[in-house]
């Protein structure tokens, strides 16, 4: 039997993409007859941001079999339990979007249509006082979920605020103890075979020659290999998502240090604010036809809990993604792939779901293309699905105070969205379709923090009778509030189980 397996891989990049890929290949080729190259050079250097994750990095970080403990440590990180939205809806409003459920659903009936249904009743408290996560943020509370049944404490989840330069440092001392070989150096040519155009080998500026059967390309918004050698072409969603720079700058420590990632809505864009154990990451993404690069910055740095750490720096991108993640033998992960907005905190997800996917779709020399395509169709779903939650945040507002906002509220949105508007908009039902990254909960808490506002709530809701109801929604009322009073402080937390300092 001819043996087609992969011989060698090389990833191209050695930013958070390519170190994340480089340790799962780590873990997962461990036979050794799959040799793993990642090619990075430090003069171009890596992005530089991208510090706010979701729970799901816990199930990459548990593949791999890091501590916990040690991962916080190691990437002076501090714990995410929600976003705190500021003046989104108008200004002066806050939410939050938080980890986990809200309430419970009773009678088989979603808890969201008994809080619409006591609204109407003139009888609800804010919905942060029904989810566990909120609440705790907004009290500067955190523990880790303590397995106990029938607690909201049981099923606490969690996501971190990580230094991402320390991550990929991590990973690489982890990829580099399972036999993947880093190498220094500029890629300057990259050879692609005459006969199909796959791409057979990187010369890097030394002269050294990189061979290679799978291309993994992690080199960031040039997309060297995806783009500028295979022109894969790139759908550009900047009509929705109109930022196209932000401005970071890290500052010293200074107020709260709640377990939140706070994204404050500005005139042309939103500034965030992400507590690291050591510093605060702060930036201002926004769209360069509503402000100048100047005015973004000044207005950045008048915005600081405390004096910046060096001088800010600007990042260009256009929302959008690649037409192909895979092509021939080249699999786009990471921002090669495609960018959107950093308002949700998905990308290091997105580079998640890439790895996983590929590991699903592992391919052998032949390169078989129903497997290569329907990697791609499902890359494409993840990508589109979040992307109209994304926009989902600066259409629904009620602010206009700007031209930015003026155009974001009335610009025409993707179907997929409007009708997920919609359907809200009548009984105040949401719906997730297929294994879509945001819950219920997520549609939920960005639809009604936004300010979108049902004409009634789902029928089924009123076959509980009004002192049943009331008494349900108290209880697990309390039943929150309880649970919060028990957590300890966030930052205590930290310094009882994980302090890096
Ligand atoms: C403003 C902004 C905010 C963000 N915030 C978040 C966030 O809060 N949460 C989140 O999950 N994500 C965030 N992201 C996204 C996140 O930063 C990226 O997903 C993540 O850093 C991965 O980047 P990368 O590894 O794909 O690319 P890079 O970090 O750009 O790495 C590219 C690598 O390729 C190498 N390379 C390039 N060309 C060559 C060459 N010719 N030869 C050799 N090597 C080469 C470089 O040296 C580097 O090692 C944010 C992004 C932006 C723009």
Redesign the pocket.
């Known amino acids: 039997m001819t043996d087609h397996r992969l011989r060698k891989i090389v990833i191209?990049?050695?930013?958070?993409?390519?170190?994340?890929t480089a340790a799962a290949l780590g873990r997962f080729l461990k036979d050794g007859r799959t040799q793993v190259t990642l090619?990075?050079?430090?003069?171009?250097?890596?992005?530089?941001?991208?510090?706010?994750?979701?729970p799901q990095i816990n199930i990459f970080n548990r593949m791999l079999g890091l501590d916990e403990n040690e991962f916080v440590r190691r990437t002076m990180a501090t714990f995410k339990l929600a976003i705190d939205f500021v003046d989104w809806k108008q200004i002066g409003h806050r939410y939050y979007h938080p980890f986990g459920p809200y309430g419970l659903d009773m009678e088989g009936v979603s808890f969201h249509a008994y809080w619409l249904r006591l609204q109407a009743m003139g009888e609800a408290a804010d919905l942060t006082e029904y989810s566990l996560q909120a609440l705790a943020s907004a009290q500067s509370k955190f523990m880790r979920a303590n397995g106990q049944r029938n607690s909201p404490l049981g099923t606490l989840s969690h996501a971190y605020?990580i230094d991402?330069a320390l991550y990929?440092r991590m990973l690489r001392d982890y990829a580099e103890a399972r036999a993947v070989r880093r190498q220094e150096?500029?890629?300057?040519e990259v050879h692609q075979r005459a006969e199909d155009g796959f791409v057979e080998a990187?010369t890097?500026?030394s002269g050294q020659r990189v061979e290679g059967d799978l291309f993994i390309d992690?080199?960031?918004?040039?997309g060297?290999l995806i783009e500028q050698t295979l022109k894969t072409g790139f759908e550009d969603w900047s009509h929705w998502l109109l930022n196209d720079?932000?401005v970071?700058v890290p500052c010293e420590l200074g107020g709260s240090r709640q377990p939140v990632?706070r994204a404050t809505a500005r005139p042309a864009g939103w500034q965030?604010r992400?507590p690291l154990q050591h510093r605060l990451?702060n930036?201002y993404?926004f769209s360069s036809a509503h402000i100048s690069e100047d005015e973004a910055t000044a207005d950045l740095l008048a915005n600081l809990d405390g004096a910046p750490l060096r001088d800010p720096f600007i990042?260009r991108?256009t929302a959008g993604r690649r037409k192909k993640s895979w092509n021939k033998n080249v699999v786009a992960?990471?921002?090669?792939?495609g960018?959107m907005?950093?308002l949700e905190?998905?990308?290091?997800?997105?580079?998640q779901v890439g790895i996983a996917r590929l590991l699903a779709m592992f391919p052998d020399r032949r390169f078989l293309s129903p497997d290569i395509d329907r990697y791609n169709r499902t890359m494409q779903f993840e990508y589109e699905t979040i992307r109209d939650f994304l926009i989902l945040h600066f259409h629904a507002t009620r602010r206009n105070d700007t031209p930015y906002w003026d155009y974001l509220r009335e610009m025409p949105i993707p179907d997929y969205l409007a009708e997920k508007i919609a359907v809200f908009q009548s009984y105040g039902r949401v719906f997730r379709e297929n294994e879509e990254l945001f819950t219920d909960t997520s549609w939920f808490a960005v639809m009604v923090g936004q300010g979108l506002e049902p004409r009634g709530h789902d029928p089924m809701a009123d076959v509980m009778p009004d002192d049943e109801l009331r008494a349900g929604m108290d209880n697990i009322h309390a039943v929150i509030a309880k649970a919060a009073d028990v957590m300890p402080d966030h930052m205590r937390f930290i310094a009882d189980n994980c302090a890096a300092i």
Do not use: D, Y
Not at 39 to 54: A, F, R
Not at 333 to 337: E, M
Not at 345 to 351: C, F, G, M, R, Y
């Open positions: 191209v990049g050695g930013g958070t993409a390519g170190w994340m090619v990075e050079s430090e003069e171009i250097g890596t992005i530089g941001v991208g510090e706010s994750t979701i605020h991402a990929a150096g500029r890629i300057v990187v890097l500026e992690c080199s960031g918004f040039r060297l720079r932000a970071a990632t965030w992400i990451g930036g993404a990042l991108f992960i990471g921002l090669s792939a960018f907005e950093p905190s998905q990308s290091i997800h997105l580079i």
